[in-house]
């Protein structure tokens, strides 16, 4: 059983990087590929328990790894908030579920469906204030009723260049430990596979299991 809580916070990485630093995904293609590549490996061992709900771009690299990881397009749903972006997906992915509205709206929706895989790989910052990206909620969201008892969990986020949330925590520090936060208060035990800092971005995987809880132990006893 997946079940060691693992806290490797490592303060030496957070630089922030130089103001207007675009952002460029085909500069170092490995690092683009790196959480696609972890996520593949990590999605294997769940192919057949549940679906996937990823955000996913143009070139949908993140559903070229679930596929290779052996889901099948059946089995993913995207979630994308850009119009022309979601109508391209539409059309080069007919067999997945590719959903024209924001992560939220997914989440916050009343279908009973939970997911096996996640990946939420935005294009912004962890403090995203705007009304279609708010990632401490949307993780709420997630472990409060989207999340399959076994899954993969992963993020991308990109750091702050200007003010940061709280300035005395990096962004990725405060992104790391609201994820731990929220997992454990739903009962979910978390194990990192993979992390890292590249350029202006952090992204993580975790591979997460519920676990009984008091409440769990109480319910029964009624
Ligand atoms: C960074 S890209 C995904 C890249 C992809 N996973 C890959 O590896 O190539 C994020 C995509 O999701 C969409 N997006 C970002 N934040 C979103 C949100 N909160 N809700 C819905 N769509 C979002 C963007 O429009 C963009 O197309």
């Not at 579920?97 to 096996?116: G, N």
Request: hydrophobic residues 40%.
């Amino acid at each position: 059983m997946w079940c060691c809580i693992k806290f490797n916070f490592n303060f030496a990485e957070f630089d922030l990087p130089e103001k207007h630093e675009a952002f460029d995904a085909h500069a170092n293609p490995q690092d683009k590929d790196f959480m696609n590549d972890i996520l593949c490996r990590e999605a294997a061992h769940l192919r057949g328990t549940g679906k996937a709900l990823i955000l996913d771009g143009c070139e949908h690299l993140t559903t070229h790894a679930l596929r290779r990881s052996g889901f099948t397009d059946a089995n993913i749903v995207i979630a994308n908030s850009n119009e022309s972006t979601c109508a391209a997906l539409q059309a080069c992915l007919p067999q997945v579920d590719v959903r024209f509205c924001s992560m939220i709206d997914c989440l916050e929706s009343p279908a009973q469906e939970r997911f096996a895989v996640v990946y939420l790989d935005y294009c912004g910052s962890f403090g995203g204030r705007q009304s279609t990206c708010a990632p401490s909620y949307e993780m709420e969201l997630l472990f409060s009723k989207k999340l399959n008892e076994r899954a993969i969990v992963a993020y991308t986020f990109c750091k702050r260049t200007a003010v940061r949330m709280d300035p005395s925590i990096p962004d990725s520090e405060l992104a790391w430990r609201t994820f731990q936060h929220i997992a454990c208060k739903y009962g979910y035990v978390t194990r990192n596979v993979a992390s890292r800092h590249y350029r202006q971005m952090f992204t993580a995987c975790f591979r997460v299991e519920r676990i009984a809880t008091t409440s769990d132990f109480l319910m029964r006893d009624m």
